[in-house]
């Protein structure tokens, strides 16, 4: 019977995900041809604040379809003032492709609206070339139209045994921290003035796309923190400054490390 219960609660959660998805992307679509027509600054800072509207709404229709499924089982630990009209940069830990909907959820309504910014390249490759620089503080010049927080997973993959293992990590319950696609974006945002790191911890030790939609790991825990970003890691080069390179990885290591406690401690 649990089985059949299951797998429908996962079907149906599949369903609705998609449904939800389709519908806010669409109007995104819709609302944002504008900006392809009438290059004007001042239309476009507006349509980023109406997109930032629906994306506010979109996440809200998946934190209802995840409570009605999957109960009210995540549990956030967040006692941290926010201004919903700064900038902010984030962080987290990587485990899972179910994070995303649960970080979109822990911030809900604390912060702005989260951007996912995965560039690959950057965040393995801690000596940028030039161009991935000159590109990355380009794609970054969007997120100034209105408040946002940039957001990656600072591992730059998914966490598993096999990964920590073969990095060697000093950690135990994280991977190192790749801080390029981090730093390099800070470059670009001057008006970043906190970082703002996320702890998830499942209860169960799946991880799998399917184990998340029928709600087997429906119990999770996040516990957010904030810190200030110090003023000698703000506007500097991450691309030809090797001494700034230097000072954000010990600042981002110092970090991890109380991470890592604090993940252990977040168990269940």
């Not at 998609?18 to 027509?37: D, H, Q």
């Not at 991977?175 to 730093?183: E, N, V, W």
Request: hydrophobic share 40%; with cysteine.
């Amino acid at each position: 019977m649990y089985y059949i219960k299951s797998n429908l609660v996962g079907f149906f959660t599949f369903i609705l995900i998609i449904v939800e998805l389709t519908v806010g992307f669409s109007t995104l679509a819709i609302v944002n041809i504008p900006r392809a027509i009438f290059p004007f600054k001042s239309l476009k800072i507006r349509l980023s604040k109406i997109s930032n509207s629906i994306g506010e709404y979109t996440v809200y229709g998946l934190k209802v379809i995840m409570k009605i499924m999957h109960k009210d089982s995540i549990k956030v630990f967040d006692d941290n003032e926010f201004d919903k009209n700064a900038w902010y940069m984030a962080v987290s830990n990587h485990q899972s492709w179910a994070d995303i909907f649960i970080l979109l959820v822990a911030a809900h309504k604390r912060i702005p609206l989260l951007k996912f910014f995965m560039k690959k390249e950057l965040e393995k490759n801690p000596d940028l070339r030039f161009k991935d620089y000159e590109n990355t503080l380009n794609a970054c010049k969007r997120f100034q139209r209105s408040p946002s927080t940039i957001f990656s997973y600072a591992e730059g993959t998914r966490n598993n045994s096999i990964k920590h293992q073969a990095q060697n990590s000093p950690y135990k319950n994280l991977l190192k921290p790749r801080i390029g696609g981090i730093a390099t974006a800070l470059s670009a945002m001057s008006n970043i003035d906190v970082l703002v790191d996320y702890s998830v911890v499942y209860k169960s030790d799946k991880r799998g796309a399917w184990a998340f939609l029928k709600g087997d790991m429906r119990d999770v825990k996040v516990s957010v923190k904030k810190y200030v970003i110090p003023e000698n890691l703000k506007n500097k080069n991450y691309s030809t400054d090797e001494q700034y390179r230097e000072n954000f990885k010990e600042w981002i290591e110092k970090i991890w490390a109380e991470k890592d406690l604090e993940i252990e401690r977040l168990k269940f």
